[in-house]
Structures are given as structure tokens and as C-alpha cells.
Nanobody, 124 residues
Framework: QPLLVESGGGLVQPGGSLRLSCYAS????????IGWFRQVPGKEREGVSY????????KNIDAVKGRFVISRENDKRTAYLQMNNLKPEDTAVYYC?????????????????WGRGTQVTVSS
């Protein structure tokens, strides 16, 4: 069972970039689809991007298309979310999640393992 640890969050100006990492400190990510989610206070956790176990299929929500890229390096036990051209509305706590199955999803309940999150703040 993977123990997921996110890193790479921080404060960035609008238009800037960040790369979030999701490291499996226990276990590996090879057998899992990976999702990135975000949550702001008072709102439900929102699926942002996911990557199938094969690594061939990725999906992003419309709000981040053309700006966010999800990827993985199984040999490093790490998944990434590259975030470019950040906007204030991207401000949230970002979570990575692993689903024990081949296909990713934007639904929280499809995922089996979660990290604790990393804060991303986009502000001038």
C-alpha cells in the first residue's frame, strides 16, 4: 500500500509555475492510476487531473486544460503535476491519490490512498 507524500506547493504570482510531486514513501505507484485533486475551504474536493496506470491516458478538467500536465516516473515512485500560467482561482490545497485499478477518475470515492496535501497560493 503506498503512503503518498505531496510536495512542491507554495506562494506564486499569477502567471507563474509550480511543479507538485507525489512520492510513494511506502510501496510503489506502478499498479495504480493517479489523480490530483484540490480543495478550498467550504467547497468539496475537486478532481483536476488524472493519469491511467499505463501512463498513456491523461485527463484534465476544462479549467486547467492547456496549463496543467500530469505525469509519472514509476522508477522514482513519483507522480507530478506541472502547473503553468497559474491563476488566483487555482489557489487550493492539492492532493494526490492512487486508485487500485487501471483507469483514472475525477471522483473522490474511486481512490484508495491519499496524501495529506500541499498548499498552493496564487497571489500578487
Amino acid at each position: 500500500q503506498p503512503l503518498l507524500v505531496e510536495s512542491g506547493g507554495g506562494l506564486v504570482q499569477p502567471g507563474g509555475s509550480l511543479r507538485l510531486s507525489c512520492y510513494a514513501s511506502l510501496g510503489t505507484l506502478d499498479s495504480y492510476a493517479i489523480g490530483w485533486f484540490r480543495q478550498v475551504p467550504g467547497k468539496e474536493r475537486e478532481g483536476v487531473s488524472y493519469l491511467d496506470k499505463s501512463g498513456w491516458t491523461t485527463k484534465n478538467i476544462d479549467a486547467v486544460k492547456g496549463r496543467f500536465v500530469i505525469s509519472r516516473e514509476n522508477d522514482k515512485r513519483t507522480a507530478y503535476l506541472q502547473m503553468n500560467n497559474l491563476k488566483p482561482e487555482d489557489t487550493a490545497v492539492y492532493y494526490c491519490a492512487a486508485r487500485d485499478g487501471p483507469v483514472g477518475s475525477f471522483q473522490n470515492w474511486d481512490y484508495d490512498f491519499w496524501g495529506r496535501g500541499t498548499q498552493v497560493t496564487v497571489s500578487s
